[in-house]
């Protein structure tokens, strides 16, 4: 009688009734092999003349079954292997372990000059000599190399000597692209006996007091306006006879003073961009009157350090100019005297980086801005297609109507308006808002002002992009370019009414009616 292809299954090549066990634990894996096996030649036996079409499903199934135990003998045997591969390494580093611990049980205390001393005080460098504790000595950053004991140190170690505690050490330094060390923030973070604590925040209220008094004052005005050019002669006569100071202005303010008199020759001006350059190395107090237009100018004009700035209310809307022009000789005498409060507004410093460039350090001339950078598509009908990177980290690939890179001096302009949270213009940060997005889930984010955001735009783009810096000096970006955005080093100190806290609320109060609404009837129903 012929033997079924089941039967068959149960011997082995070398007609064993069974399989014997094998090693590592496959004889699971062998036995399903041995399944798919017998199933597989059933399977592709030739079918009878005339047979049921159930049978031909059947066969169909077969072969789906013998599929499935194949793959699960193969992930089967691919896990032990796995697993015995992970007992081999936890085997190898327990072996290290106990090898070190045995190391430092048997070299616990040194012997020097006949005497027992602790490892908690000394270290044995490679030569066998013991290397004295470093302290924090508080000039490279950070730190504090002070080992710190449990405070029951005594008693425990004459009981039980090995159980002594001792707590790491660690250094914190400051790290700067380009620069070994960075100590112009070592007062933000302080370390105390292991701990870390906040100590008093840079973003505190910053006071300005003059070593000596200003001589030089340089007044940028609104154009085109009567009222401003009326309340600019009227200062610049004043600042002159009562305080005695040297006055600059623009070219075009010293045209229309000289045409309403010639009292005003003494009104000093520059003739080229080359002197405007050495504009911060001559002015000490910069007076503007206008708007956050003119104050946007004012921090455009100086390419490095800016003198402080003192801005007038003269414009529609007045977020960075706290000061009324009908005050001004009261406000005036006060700075000049000092000491003032005063806002540090950050400014972003962004670079292009052309396609063709051969590396990033061939860059177009940087451009700072006090508000917001913007990418948008332009007249583009198709969507903006942005690569984002924050410290060559990949952020996001924005599509939309573009994107706004803020400072927080801008946080209530552009970014603003396109869902941006407002931000105290003191708090050190990037604001990242996207224009439009193509996705509901895309929402604002704020960086840490130390952070490089780069913005590029992929090959694959439909269509350009353009950038426009604080609305003006509009860039064509093709595909390959990319716009490369940090925070400059040179701030632009404008003066406080009051102090920057309260300059920034009453500013979102009076110029946005922040949560204005009708307070609610007291006299309505009550709990009972």
Not at 53 to 80: C, M, N, P, W, Y
Request: proline share 5%.
């Amino acid at each position: 009688m012929k033997q079924s292809p089941m039967s068959s299954s149960n011997h082995t090549s070398n007609g064993n009734a069974s399989v014997l066990p094998l090693e590592n634990g496959f004889s699971d894996s062998l036995s399903l092999l041995n399944s798919e096996k017998a199933v597989e030649e059933l399977s592709q036996q030739p079918l009878l003349h005339g047979i049921d079409d159930h049978l031909i499903e059947f066969a169909e199934a077969l072969r789906t079954v013998a599929k499935a135990l194949r793959q699960a003998a193969e992930g089967k045997a691919s896990a032990q292997a796995e697993a015995a591969e992970w007992k081999r390494k936890y085997e190898l580093e327990r072996s290290r372990n106990l090898h070190l611990e045995r190391k430092v049980s048997s070299e616990e205390h040194l012997i020097e000059d006949g005497r027992v001393v602790p490892l908690t005080n000394q270290t044995v460098l490679s030569d066998g000599t013991p290397e004295q504790s470093e302290r924090c000595c508080g000039e490279h950053g950070i730190c504090s190399h002070e080992v710190l004991r449990d405070g029951e140190r005594d008693c425990d170690a004459r009981v039980v000597p090995n159980k002594m505690i001792r707590k790491a050490s660690f250094k914190l330094s400051w790290c700067c692209k380009g620069e070994k060390s960075d100590q112009k923030k070592h007062d933000v973070v302080s370390f105390e006996k292991g701990n870390i604590t906040t100590a008093e925040r840079s973003s505190k209220q910053i006071s300005l007091k003059w070593e000596s008094p200003p001589q030089t004052v340089l007044i940028l005005t609104k154009p085109n306006s009567t009222a401003v050019r009326m309340l600019c002669s009227e200062m610049v006569r004043w600042l002159k006879e009562q305080k005695s100071l040297n006055i600059f202005v623009e070219p075009r303010v010293r045209t229309e003073l000289l045409t309403d008199s010639s009292y005003y020759q003494f009104v000093q001006t520059w003739e080229n961009d080359n002197e405007v350059l050495r504009l911060h190395t001559k002015v000490d107090v910069v007076v503007t009157l206008g708007g956050d237009g003119t104050v946007l100018w004012a921090a455009n004009m100086f390419k490095g350090p800016v003198p402080p700035v003192v801005p007038f209310s003269l414009g529609s809307l007045g977020f960075m100019t706290p000061f009324y022009s009908e005050h001004y000789k009261e406000y005036l005498d006060s700075i000049l005297r000092g000491p003032i409060s005063i806002t540090l507004r950050h400014r972003l410093q962004c670079h292009v980086i052309r396609d063709a460039a051969k590396s990033d350090l061939e860059t177009e001339e940087p451009i700072l801005v006090l508000n917001e950078v913007t990418i948008d598509r332009g007249i583009s009908s198709f969507l903006s297609n942005l690569e984002c990177y924050c410290d060559n980290s990949f952020v996001t690939c924005v599509q939309g109507d573009g994107l706004i890179l803020s400072t927080t001096s801008g946080s209530t302009a552009y970014s603003l308006a396109a869902g941006g949270s407002m931000v105290h213009p003191q708090v050190p940060g990037i604001l990242f808002t996207p224009i439009c997005p193509h996705s509901l889930s895309f929402r604002p984010l704020i960086l840490p002002e130390h952070v490089t955001i780069r913005v590029q735009v992929p090959f694959n783009s439909r269509g350009h992009a353009w950038a426009s810096f604080d609305g003006k000096d509009r860039k064509k970006l093709a595909p390959g370019d990319a716009l490369v955005c940090s925070m400059a080093p040179w701030p632009v100190p404008t003066a406080c009414q009051s102090d920057s806290t309260s300059d920034f609320l009453r500013s979102i109060h009076e110029g946005l009616h922040w949560n204005l609404r009708k307070t609610q009837s007291f006299d309505g129903p009550r709990e009972t």
